[in-house]
């Protein structure tokens, strides 16, 4: 049911641009009207109880100036006749009407009305009344969007001097004896705007069938055939077009969407006098036929989001008044025609997310008027055609997603409009030319997955605009000039992510910086930022280089940190928990570094309030698993999360664009990257430590956990029962540990052996080991308690001679074999270069 007495925001701003159109298209029905006159007392009192009929939801309503005493032709939305004084147009669109349209309105005391819109009101999806018939001198209906449901009444039918109907966007049914009144009566229709309405039921052997077009129906059944005079046809059904949909001869705009299926026929080539053809959002399949290009009035073709297949045809060069194509979202193929060189009067071409292939001809060059240029997601490649600089009008260029190579083209800077350059997903090879920085006006600019090698030009200092840089997944090896950022003073998003850069981390930044990605890199050394006061940064990522040091305490000024990961590099610090009060922090990973001692929190007040991921593995963190904070973990105690649970990616949007975050996440001893973090996902892994003790109990109370990983530590005592509350776990990991007694039937028997393997005092399924079986094997606790000491030993020698010679000297000298978070310490590191997650992260990206 929709009903808007209250709609979100972006819905808002909709409905009022919408209200704004319908306001200024009503103007234009209205507008050859005077209020010179005064109105006469009955309409004005008609208009004032028609007033009352209503509940109003904003004082923005036009029924507000309503008043008593006041000449009716002076109020919003009131139009009368110049010397009659009659009430004549009655424009209530957008004006926030709430109630049940009652059949015996004063409304329909105004019987010289011309002209009623009530568009966008909220009439509680009330029927439209019957008694509408009773206007019989009205030349313009709209009753569209939103306020009126059920069957549309055959009366409607009984408006002789109706020009032009609209019931769109709405819950009413057009039915087939109502709709061949429409045709039978409605002689002098030129506008029909049924978009949404329900037609389904309407006898197809009358509408649209091959047998019997609108035309040919109204020929044979009432041997005239006002339908063919029509201008617009606006409608939504799902029927095919027939091949009689030619002889609506006057047709100038047609409008088809949603269920429409089949084929295009080529009798559409007939309808000689159209300016506008929008067929779009369908099924409709086959190729485009050539017979289009007898349309030589078009302005704009809309052929978007369909299954077309096949070649554009090359006469389309023929509709040389198209300012606007869109074939967009459909499979077709084979090259670009330079026939579109013809089409001197495009302003927009969108041929995006077909299966295009070759270059793009030259002769794109001559479409000079071009606003909006998208080619990208199809298979075009060579090289970039350096015609591409005549396009001297582009404010975006998205060729991203394609297989360009060669290198990156410098577009002489003649390209002086242009804000937005993707160019991402291709295979563009060799250095960035340093002229790209001629383009001063880029604010965004993405060459992420490429071949690309060599330095980061220090020219890019003069792109003062740029708020968003993605140079990540490339062969990058040097920035040159690392402070040159610094000049960019209105930067938000830079991404240098897995590429091979070396040597220090730029330690001055740009304070509008929102995102900084240098993951996968093999920057090392201290992390030098000073991060002031007002810091910005929401999301910090330096997963995977060869920094040292300690953590920087400046971070508690970057008040808006969401994400901070550190993970896999050789940070030497104890627990961060000065991040505790941190608002919005949600994603914290220290994974793979050498962060030791105790976990645990430091004041009273809740900590962490939003944290959702905590990835402390393969550290040298000891003591009690840190119940304080889990217990005020209060973002993993909401399945649904912040978002009610829709599927929603955690990103960061500016000026210019969104940017989506992304996660390296172990599951079975393997590395992923998340290339999106849903505002649902929440993990714990404290896996690879000298954590001891019981699991509390409080863990339990993690309702929306989806992973939880104790593994390899020295956790001891029997499972606690809340474990079975965790609902949503979808992988679960307690092996090599201590643990002993019976495994909960709630939730484990869901959960393989391996998720328990190495606790020789647990019992049950899935295990093989049945409960009344259990022996404890002293040695094996032996074994387990010798792994245990080798640690503490290890940790002692480790601040006398460093980590890693104490390391091997505890297990050179006490000799208990080769411990597993040993392996994964120094033989299971993901390679720093980024070689092997690059590959991947392309195989997922790329179209096979």
């Known amino acids: 049911m929709r009903i808007f007495t209250k709609l979100s925001a972006p819905l808002c701003l909709l409905f009022v641009f919408l209200c704004l159109k319908i306001a200024f298209s009503s103007s234009i029905h209205a507008s050859s009207f005077s209020t010179t006159h005064l109105c006469s007392h009955e309409e004005a009192l008609a208009l004032l109880q028609f007033k009352t009929s209503f509940s109003v939801d904003d004082t923005a309503s036009k029924i507000e100036s309503w008043r008593e005493g006041i000449d009716c032709c002076s109020w919003d939305g009131v139009s009368c006749d110049n010397v009659t004084g009659h009430v004549i147009a009655l424009n209530l669109s957008c004006s926030f009407l709430y109630g049940t349209f009652p059949s015996n309105s004063t409304l329909f005391f105004l019987r010289n009305l011309q002209s009623l819109n009530l568009a966008f009101n909220n009439f509680k999806l009330s029927k439209i009344p019957s008694e509408i018939s009773q206007f019989t001198r009205l030349k313009h209906l709209d009753v569209s969007s939103f306020g009126f449901s059920g069957q549309v009444q055959g009366e409607i039918a009984h408006l002789p001097k109706l020009v032009s109907l609209n019931l769109s966007y709405s819950d009413l049914i057009l039915e087939t004896a109502t709709f061949r009144n429409l045709v039978h009566n409605l002689s002098e229709v030129r506008e029909l705007v049924l978009s949404g309405v329900n037609m389904t039921s309407v006898n197809p052997r009358f509408f649209i069938d091959y047998s019997c077009s609108l035309g040919e129906c109204v020929k044979r059944k009432l041997s005239k055939h006002p339908l063919q005079q029509l201008y617009i046809l606006d409608a939504d059904y799902g029927r095919r077009l027939p091949e009689s949909i030619g002889d609506l001869k006057s047709l100038q705009s047609l409008s088809l969407s949603c269920n429409l299926e089949g084929s ?60 606007s194509l869109n074939l967009y979202s459909n499979n077709l193929s084979g090259q670009i025609p330079s026939s579109l060189a013809n089409l001197t009067q495009l302003t927009s071409l969108y041929l995006s997310n077909n299966q295009f292939s070759g270059p793009i001809p030259s002769s794109i060059g001559n479409l000079r008027q071009l606003t909006s240029l998208n080619l990208y997601s199809n298979n075009l490649s060579g090289q970039i055609s350096s015609s591409l600089a005549n396009l001297t009008q582009l404010p975006s260029l998205d060729l991203f997603n394609n297989q360009f190579s060669g290198p990156i083209p410098t577009f002489q800077g003649n390209l002086s409009q242009l804000t937005d350059l993707d160019l991402s997903s291709n295979n563009f090879n060799r250095q960035i030319p340093s002229s790209l920085a001629n383009l001063t006006q880029l604010t965004s600019l993405d060459l992420s997955y490429n071949l690309l090698n060599g330095s980061i030009p220090n020219s890019f200092a003069n792109l003062v605009n740029l708020s968003y840089l993605n140079l990540s997944s490339n062969h990058f090896s040097d920035l040159v000039v690392p402070d040159m950022f610094s000049l960019l003073q209105n930067l938000e998003i830079l991404d240098l992510s897995h590429n091979n850069l070396i040597g220090k981390i730029p330690n001055c930044l740009p304070k509008s910086l929102s995102v900084l990605n240098l993951q996968a890199n093999y920057f090392d050394g201290n992390i030098a930022f000073e991060f002031l006061e007002g810091c910005g940064l929401r999301n910090l990522n330096l997963h995977g280089n060869q920094m040292d040091g300690l953590l920087p305490r400046s971070l508690v000024n970057c008040r808006m940190l969401e994400v901070l990961d550190v993970g896999n590099n050789n940070i030497s610090d104890t627990f961060p928990h000065w991040l505790e009060s941190l608002p919005d922090l949600q994603v914290l990973v220290l994974r793979s570094n050498k962060f030791h001692g105790f976990v645990q929190s430091t004041k009273e007040s809740p900590s962490f309030p939003k944290l959702r991921v905590l990835d402390l593995s393969s550290n040298y963190f000891v003591g009690a698993l840190p119940v304080r904070y889990i217990e005020n973990f209060n973002a993993m105690m909401d399945p649904h999360g912040e978002d009610g649970g829709s599927s929603e990616y955690m990103m960061v949007s500016t000026r210019t664009n969104s940017y989506q975050y992304s996660l390296v996440v172990t599951w079975k001893g393997f590395e992923y990257e998340l290339q999106g973090i849903l505002t649902v996902f929440s993990s714990i892994h404290l ?68 998720s328990y393997e190495g606790n020789l005092g647990l019992c049950g399924i899935p295990l093989s080991k049945y409960c009344d079986e259990i022996e404890t094997p002293p040695s094996s606790f032996q074994e387990k308690d010798e792994l245990w000491r080798f640690g503490w030993r290890v940790v002692v020698l480790g601040y006398g001679c460093g980590v890693v010679f104490g390391l091997l000297m505890g297990y050179l000298v006490f000799g208990t074999g080769k411990p597993k978070w040993f392996v994964s310490l120094f033989d299971g590191r993901p390679s720093q270069s980024g070689t092997k997650m690059r590959k991947a992260r392309r195989l997922v990206q790329r179209r096979s």
């Open 264 to 323: 295009i026929p080529a009798s559409m080539g007939n309808l000689s006098q159209l300016t506008d053809l929008e067929l779009y959002s369908s099924n409709l399949s086959g190729q485009i036929p050539p017979s289009l290009a007898n349309l030589t009035q078009l302005t704009s073709l809309y052929l978007s989001n369909n299954q077309f297949s096949g070649p554009i045809p090359a006469s389309i060069g023929n509709l040389r008044q198209l300012t």
């Open 687 to 754: 896996s690879n430590n000298m954590f001891e003790g019981e699991i509390p109990d409080v863990i339990g109370n993690l309702s929306s956990l989806k992973g939880l990983n104790l593994s390899h530590n020295n956790l001891t005592g029997h499972l606690p029962p809340s474990l079975g509350n965790l609902t949503n776990l979808e992988w679960l990991d307690l092996s090599s540990n201590a643990l002993t007694g019976n495994i909960p039937d709630a939730l484990f028997n869901t959960f393989g052996n391996d």
